[in-house]
């Protein structure tokens, strides 16, 4: 009875997620929702997150984020709870499905790199031994403070990012994180602005510690195309 107790007091629940205190793993999916994609690659993304929602352990922690233009004020999950229940699969992918079929913003606004850096402040209090972050995005970063569009060439993405954020953070730190990207396609991009697009991100996301074996970045292309 003392030894329950005690490990109760030790590891108690969040009454919101139902997380423990001590957590293993972290799993996020951001999903970009600023700008339309064809229908092969919205049930790719569904298929996906389907596969990796099932290798997702119990007591595992796992937030869903949906970017849109007013993601810079008003960033918060969709979906948030760690997983303790046999309907936890069935709840997220609805949640998902949701998300892929509802409208898009298509203000073609994406601050997601503003978006990592909440994500990644808000989640450091809940330091877990690994965390996974699966982003379905085009990744053309397009806000007030920097978009890849407009810029013509990579240094000057990465000062003008640098530049809005002086006091700050400029770039996440991930500790012993993997980074997963999962590109949307777009047609008719020009070979500087991919150039643009790859570089920038390499370095924003280029800050990772931790034992070796357990942080990377990774890509994954996804099919179909949207012209804009």
């Known amino acids: 009875m003392v030894l329950f107790y005690q490990f109760d007091r030790q590891n108690k629940r969040n009454k919101s997620t139902q997380c423990l205190d001590k957590i293993e793993q972290k799993h996020i ?7 339309p994609m064809s229908l092969q690659t919205q049930e790719e993304i569904i298929s996906r997150i389907k596969q990796q929602a099932s290798e997702i352990k119990r007591e595992d922690f796992i ?6 233009s007013k993601s810079l004020a008003q960033l918060e999950p969709i979906f948030q709870v760690c997983k303790t229940d046999t309907n936890f699969e069935k709840n997220l992918l609805q949640k998902v499905q949701t998300s892929i079929y509802s409208n898009f913003d298509n203000t073609l606004t994406s601050p997601l790199a503003e978006a990592l850096l909440d ?6 209090q809940m330091d ?20 890849l569009v407009r810029t013509t060439q990579l240094s000057d ?6 530049a809005s954020r002086l006091g700050g953070v400029q770039r996440p730190t991930f500790i012993n994180t993997f980074v997963y990207l999962h590109i949307i396609p777009r047609t008719q991009l020009s070979e500087q602005l991919v150039k643009n697009r790859d570089g920038f991100w390499i370095w924003f996301l280029g800050d990772m510690r931790g034992d070796r074996q357990s942080y990377g970045l ?9 012209t804009q």
């Open 29 to 35: 999916f951001i999903i970009d929702k600023s700008s």
């Open 128 to 147: 877990a031994q690994r965390t996974n972050i699966y982003i379905y995005s085009d990744l053309l970063q397009n806000s007030q403070h920097l978009s």
């Open 157 to 162: 993405a990465i000062n003008q990012f640098k």
């Open 119 to 124: 994500i990644n402040l808000s989640h450091h």
């Open 63 to 68: 937030s869903i984020y949906q970017i849109t």
């Open 218 to 226: 990774e890509r994954h292309d996804l099919p179909g195309s949207y």
